[in-house]
């Protein structure tokens, strides 16, 4: 059972691309890939990968502690996807509650972005030694996939999931955490700024009237 939480549902990746080009069978079997010519998400592919990848990882995760009718948490930003109804109800359909990250908060609040995805981007660079560029834009897609997969793989890992969680404050549970923050701190003291504003308009009425 433990080796079972060193596991992750397959990563959402989605290319920019009009048509999908043919990939190694280690990609196709590791991302959940879609794809579309702005490569943002959408309300569809949500939906899709939500209902098809994530609802049964988190049935397989049930079934194996057994505990088929516990409730789930999913934790996202609050694109516009997210509130396609279609995709709320088959969440409420399997027990899982969506919760929202407020607005701009994922620096403190995203635990993804508090480790995992540093740890991710710091592999990446070091797969990639500066220079080494393969002799074809689709080479260089290929290649970049195939890594990617092996470095996501390492960055998701318990101990850097663990870690984002905690940097959050999310779990264990401590709302001191993230208001700690110095990016939720003024850098100057509110005199400092105050003095600013009054020599600002001081000036501008000085000059101006």
């Known amino acids: 059972m433990p080796n079972f939480f060193h596991s992750h549902s397959s990563p959402l990746l989605i290319l920019g691309l009009k048509t999908l080009p043919a990939l190694p069978q280690k990609i196709l079997d590791y991302y959940s890939l879609h794809y579309q010519s702005s490569g943002w998400i959408t309300n569809q592919i949500l939906f899709e990968y939500i209902e098809a990848i994530f609802i049964p990882h988190v049935n397989r995760v049930r079934s194996t502690l057994n505990l088929s ?8 930003d609050q694109h ?6 279609p995709t709320q109800d088959v969440l409420e359909r399997n027990n899982v509650e ?3 990250l407020p607005p701009h908060s994922s620096t403190n609040l995203q635990p993804l972005d508090l480790a995992p995805f540093g740890a991710f981007k710091s592999l990446l660079n070091n797969a990639f030694p500066a220079g080494v560029i393969p002799d074809t834009r689709a080479n260089m897609r290929i290649e970049l996939l195939d890594v990617s997969a092996d470095c996501l793989k390492t960055a998701l890992g318990p101990i850097n999931i663990k870690s984002g969680f905690r940097k959050s404050g999310i779990w264990p549970f401590s709302k001191d955490v993230p208001l700690s923050s110095p990016l939720l701190h003024p ?4 005199n400092y700024i105050y003095r600013i504003r009054y020599y600002y308009y001081y000036y501008y009425y000085y000059y101006y009237y």
């Not at 009718?69 to 996202?76: C, D």
């Not at 850098?187 to 509110?190: A, E, Q, T």
């Open 69 to 76: 009718h516990q409730r789930a948490v999913l934790f996202v």
């Open 80 to 85: 516009s996807s997210r509130f396609y109804q």
């Open 98 to 100: 969506m919760i929202l």
């Open 187 to 190: 850098i100057r003291p509110l």
